[in-house]
């Protein structure tokens, strides 16, 4: 009898201890939310980063969901292209699996966790964020050991191609609600993601992933914006997808992906088989004139 109430005090203590724990992991991890802005930071192209991992879920781009996230945040304004003027800032997203994710950012975190730091902007806009001293932990070191669903946000200027801010987001299990009819939901049903659990977990990702940036955002404002591209009469296509080059080297830096049949404006600069060009935002690179016509 003392044996066996031992045994049922023991499991009792146990199962103590596993509810305690379950209630205490629950409460780390509260439903994500939208991170929202009282004013916009400026206005921003999206464009689909080289790591496309989505299409491994048999999902399409995530460019409508990402611009209908900053709609609704209110931190940044889509660019009308029939403007006539280049983007503040070019939106390069990925996806994939952490490692994935990681390695496309990693190049970036030095710069953006600089230039966050150097605009004094820290301690005014981490205080304003929910979660963002956390989403800064998760952009400087990512742990965990299985692998899960990540998505990852650049910013990049628009002159240089230089990456400013980045943030990056990681989820096992969604815990969004896609009751209502607010503009991400609608942007997840437009790019397909709501139909699916890696489409609804790559959601979540992204959201994280632009609350992590919007973390970041008061750097962004000693940042000089782009400025308009060169008046030109001639411009290349591009023949087939390839890759918007830091400098004229395909081992170089990759600035953006590009599509074919995306019109480029050369600048007039060449170096062997490269041309400088400058796309519709004013973003500037280096491509192959093996991949124009």
Same mark, same amino acid.
């Given at each position: 009898?003392?044996?066996?109430?031992?045994?049922?005090?023991?499991a009792i203590?146990?199962?103590?201890?596993?509810?305690?724990?379950?209630?205490?992991?629950?409460?780390?991890?509260?439903?994500?939310?939208?991170?929202?802005?009282?004013?916009?930071?400026?206005?921003?192209?999206?464009?689909?980063?080289?790591?496309?991992?989505?299409?491994?879920?048999?999902?399409?781009?995530?460019?409508?969901?990402? =611009? !209908?996230?900053? &709609?609704? /945040?209110?931190?940044?304004?889509?660019?009308?292209? @029939?403007?006539?003027?280049?983007? *503040?800032?070019?939106?390069?997203?990925?996806?994939?699996?952490?490692?994935?994710?990681?390695?496309?950012?990693?190049?970036?975190?030095?710069?953006?966790?600089?230039?966050?730091?150097?605009?004094?902007?820290?301690?005014?806009?981490?205080?304003?964020?929910?979660?963002?001293?956390?989403?800064?932990?998760?952009?400087?070191?990512?742990?965990?050991?299985?692998?899960?669903?990540?998505?990852?946000?650049?910013?990049?200027?628009p002159a240089?191609?230089?990456?400013?801010?980045?943030?990056?987001?990681?989820?096992?299990?969604?815990?969004?609600?896609?009751?209502?009819?607010?503009?991400?939901?609608?942007?997840?049903? =437009? !790019?397909?993601? &709501?139909? /699916?659990?890696?489409?609804?977990?790559?959601?979540? @990702?992204?959201?994280?992933?632009? *609350?992590?940036?919007?973390?970041?955002?008061?750097?962004?404002?000693?940042?000089?914006?782009?400025?308009?591209?060169?008046?030109?009469?001639?411009?290349?296509?591009?023949?087939?997808?390839?890759?918007?080059?830091?400098?004229?080297?395909?081992?170089?830096?990759?600035?953006?992906?590009?599509?074919?049949?995306?019109?480029?404006?050369?600048?007039?600069?060449?170096?062997?088989?490269?041309?400088?060009?400058?796309?519709?935002?004013?973003?500037?690179?280096?491509?192959?004139v093996e991949?124009?016509?």
């Open positions: 009898m003392i044996k066996s109430h031992s045994i049922s005090t023991s203590a146990t199962a103590a201890v596993i509810a305690l724990w379950s209630s205490a992991a629950s409460a780390k991890s509260p439903p994500v939310e939208l991170t929202h802005c009282d004013a916009s930071y400026g206005t921003i192209a999206v464009v689909d980063g080289d790591t496309q991992g989505w299409s491994k879920f048999g999902l399409g781009s995530p460019r409508e969901l990402v =611009a !209908a996230i900053a &709609r609704e /945040s209110g931190c940044f304004e889509i660019h009308n292209a @029939a403007s006539g003027t280049p983007a *503040n800032f070019l939106v390069n997203v990925i996806a994939g699996d952490k490692e994935e994710v990681d390695q496309g950012v990693q190049a970036a975190k030095g710069l953006a966790t600089d230039a966050f730091v150097r605009s004094g902007a820290a301690g005014q806009v981490l205080g304003r964020v929910p979660g963002a001293g956390a989403l800064m932990g998760m952009f400087g070191g990512l742990g965990g050991k299985k692998k899960i669903v990540a998505a990852g946000i650049r910013v990049v200027s240089n191609g230089q990456t400013l801010i980045a943030g990056t987001g990681q989820v096992k299990k969604s815990t969004l609600s896609f009751a209502g009819g607010t503009p991400w939901v609608a942007g997840a049903d =437009a !790019a397909g993601y &709501r139909a /699916s659990k890696n489409g609804k977990m790559l959601t979540e @990702a992204f959201i994280l992933a632009y *609350n992590s940036v919007v973390s970041q955002a008061g750097a962004l404002s000693a940042v000089q914006t782009a400025a308009p591209a060169a008046k030109t009469s001639t411009t290349y296509t591009v023949a087939v997808d390839t890759n918007l080059y830091a400098s004229a080297d395909a081992n170089a830096k990759t600035v953006r992906a590009l599509r074919a049949d995306t019109e480029l404006v050369p600048t007039g600069s060449k170096a062997g088989l490269f041309v400088e060009v400058s796309d519709k935002y004013g973003t500037k690179g280096w491509v192959s991949d124009l016509r």
